[in-house]
């Protein structure tokens, strides 16, 4: 499976998804055309950070979405962002594969990351 189209794709898909649910001020995507990229989120004295596929901007808050292509697991990333999100009245959305999705809810539960799970069909 090519990581980058598939990504893409699930990216395009959210953003049409949330533009007919919603009326978000501004969106911001990772790498896709006709988007502005999302800066880098630093928390704290961190020498590292992530940047989100996505960010979604309301009137009082910030949603972060994450596609996620596999099941590997990023708790310090997802944990970043959920504190992200919610400094900004918003939520983390993780957007993973079907068959990934067990997998990667146990490790959210495990670890006490409170996001969002959807799942697109691989």
Not at 13 to 29: G, Q, R, Y
Not at 35 to 41: A, D, L, N, R, V
Request: hydrophobic letters at 40%; proline letters at 3%; glycine letters at 4%.
């Amino acid at each position: 499976m090519d990581e980058q189209i598939d990504k893409y794709a699930v990216l395009r898909a959210m953003i049409s998804v949330i533009k007919d649910d919603a009326e978000p001020d501004k969106i911001l995507a990772r790498d896709l055309e006709g988007y502005e990229s999302p800066q880098k989120i630093v928390l704290g004295d961190k020498y590292t950070g992530f940047v989100p596929d996505m960010i979604v901007y309301y009137d009082e808050a910030v949603d972060i979405y994450e596609v996620e292509t596999s099941s590997e697991i990023h708790i310090e990333k997802w944990q970043d962002m959920q504190s992200y999100a919610r400094k900004h009245n918003g939520n983390l959305y993780l957007v993973v594969p079907d068959v990934a999705v067990d997998v990667i809810r146990k490790a959210l539960e495990n670890n006490d990351v409170n996001a969002g799970l959807l799942y697109f069909n691989t």
